[in-house]
């Protein structure tokens, strides 16, 4: 089973394709990544990459049978871009295309190379306006975790208020520029910072489960606002109400 992964909810624009073989549980899947680190033309290297990418992986659109789409958070321009561009591709190839969360994909990561007794993460990303979006992942089995709470959204500095009732959290992956604003706490327990990529993102998709559609997560407002309306002038409204009665006397 090759299935191409997406992600443009972080300023890494994150393509892949993972073949998986017959099933998804095989243990070591083959992974083709064609990751560009830290850019925002996700728009115009998108569909050049996956091109890009499929070439080198001497694979054509015709031999994918399925696609993943992390679906933030993230900015609203970022997670349009991927999520209409997977959702095209399963179009055109009639195959199913799943969403997923990509802080999942970004935990599932960060358990795989952590120790066991790092049992509670919190994993961040960049939101801009000097916010980050974060979740907070803990270990539920040998190889397994759950989110117990999040995706949201908050200030560095008000992070501790944010996860009040959470686990005490061992570990914490997070910008570095976000992560010099967090709490003493948590501060002290910055590891480094991650973004997603293709084979967690496969990991953490549930292909049991009916294709659902494509749902961002957005968490706040987009930056684009509506511009507000233009008064007309008086003198301007007042002649057209002149010229409207002499036009009525007129019949």
Do not use: W
């Not at 570990?171 to 967090?182: C, K, N, S, T, Y």
């Amino acid at each position: 089973m090759r299935v191409l992964a997406i992600d443009t909810a972080t300023t890494d624009l994150v393509t892949g394709v993972v073949d998986a073989g017959p099933g998804l549980d095989h243990e070591d899947p083959k992974v083709f990544d064609g990751v560009i680190p830290d850019t925002r033309a996700h728009n115009e290297r998108l569909v050049p990459t996956i091109g890009t990418l499929l070439a080198d992986a001497h694979l054509t659109y015709a031999d994918l049978d399925a696609v993943v789409v992390g679906c933030g958070p993230g900015p609203f321009t970022g997670l349009r871009v991927g999520m209409a561009t997977g959702q095209a591709i399963a179009q055109a190839l009639s195959i199913p295309c799943y969403g997923v969360c990509s802080h999942d994909a970004m935990a599932a990561q960060v358990f795989a190379a952590v120790s066991e007794e790092t049992r509670t993460v919190l994993v961040a990303t960049d939101a801009r306006r000097k916010e980050m979006y974060f979740a907070v992942y803990q270990r539920d089995g040998d190889s397994t975790f759950a989110r117990v709470m999040g995706p949201s959204v908050a200030r560095p500095e008000d992070a501790a208020d944010a996860m009040a009732g959470c686990p005490d959290i061992d570990a914490v992956f997070i910008p570095e520029q976000l992560g010099d604003r967090l709490p003493a706490g948590l501060r002290e327990r910055v590891v480094g910072e991650v973004t997603p990529r293709a084979k967690q993102l496969v990991e953490v998709a549930d292909f049991s489960a009916e294709p659902q559609p494509l749902e961002p997560m957005y968490l706040r407002r987009p930056d684009a606002k509506e511009p507000p309306a233009v008064r007309s002038s008086v003198a301007l409204t007042s002649r057209d109400q002149r010229s409207s009665g002499a036009d009525g006397a007129a019949e």
